[in-house]
C-alpha cells in the first residue's frame, strides 16, 4: 500500500469535524493534540471539543460509515491515525477505507487486523502490525497506542480532485470498532504546463444563486498557450 514519496509533496490535514465522537484526553491526556507531526506528516487534532472518532460509542451491531469531504487536487498518498478497540486478525476484514475522484476515480483499501490495523490497548486482541505500511508514532503514559496508515492511490487521482474519503465499519461492539485520530493528504502541485481532469458539471455544480437558479460558467479568454 505504500511506496516513495516525491520531491515535492504538500500535506493537508483534514478535520474529522462533526464524525469526530469522543476526546483522546478521556481516554488518555497524554495523547497529543494541536498541530502534531508524525514522520515527517503532519496532523491536526483539535485541542477542544471530540477530536477522536470512537465507533464503540456507536451503535453495537451494524455498519457504521464515516464520511470525511477534502477537496485537494493531485493527491497521491493518504496517511491515518488509525486503531481499533479491540479488534480481529484476518483473513476477514471488518473496516475499509473508499476514496472518490470527482472525475470518477475510485479506490478502496481494506484493513487486516494485526496487519494494517491493531487494538490501541495492548491487551489479548490485536497486537501486531506490518511496520512499512503502518507503523507506531506514539504510546500514551497508560500505554495506548496511535499507529499511522500509508495508502498510495491509483496514478488517477494526481490528475482530478479527491472529493472526499469514506470510512465503512462493519464490526462490533467489544469485537472491533474503529478508533480514528486523524487523516492528511499528500499532494503533487499539478506544473504550470500539466493538465486536470474535472468531471461536469464541474466546480459550480451545488452553487445557486439567490432566486434558486444554478450558476453556470463560461470561457471568456482562451488561454494563450493551449494545445
Do not use: C
Amino acid at each position: 500500500q505504500s511506496g516513495q514519496m516525491p520531491n515535492r509533496v504538500d500535506f493537508t490535514p483534514i478535520l474529522l469535524g462533526a464524525e469526530a465522537s469522543s476526546r483522546l484526553a478521556s481516554i488518555d491526556p497524554s495523547f497529543p493534540t494541536g498541530n502534531v507531526n508524525f514522520l515527517g506528516v503532519p496532523f491536526v487534532i483539535p485541542t477542544t471539543g471530540n477530536n477522536v472518532v470512537w465507533n464503540n460509542d456507536g451503535p453495537p451491531t451494524g455498519t457504521i460509515i464515516k464520511n470525511f469531504p477534502v477537496g485537494i487536487v493531485g493527491v497521491t498518498q493518504v496517511h491515518t491515525l488509525l486503531n481499533t478497540t479491540f479488534g480481529q486478525p484476518g483473513p476477514s476484514s471488518y473496516l475499509r477505507l473508499e476514496f472518490f475522484g470527482a472525475a470518477g476515480a475510485y479506490y478502496t483499501v481494506a484493513l487486516i487486523g494485526n496487519v494494517d490495523i491493531r487494538d490501541l490497548n495492548p491487551h489479548v486482541w490485536t497486537n501486531a502490525i506490518n511496520g512499512t505500511s503502518t507503523v507506531n508514532v506514539f504510546i500514551s503514559a497508560l500505554r495506548y497506542r496511535m499507529d499511522k496508515q500509508t495508502i498510495d492511490l491509483p496514478p488517477e487521482f494526481a490528475q482530478q480532485t479527491l472529493t472526499s474519503i469514506r470510512m465503512i465499519d462493519t464490526g462490533a461492539f467489544n469485537f472491533q470498532r474503529a478508533v480514528l485520530n486523524g487523516i492528511t493528504v499528500a499532494s503533487i502541485p499539478l506544473d504550470p504546463g500539466g493538465s486536470f481532469t474535472l468531471a461536469a458539471p464541474g466546480v459550480l455544480a451545488n452553487d445557486h444563486d439567490p432566486d434558486g437558479d444554478p450558476l453556470t460558467a463560461r470561457l471568456v479568454t482562451p488561454p494563450a498557450t493551449a494545445a
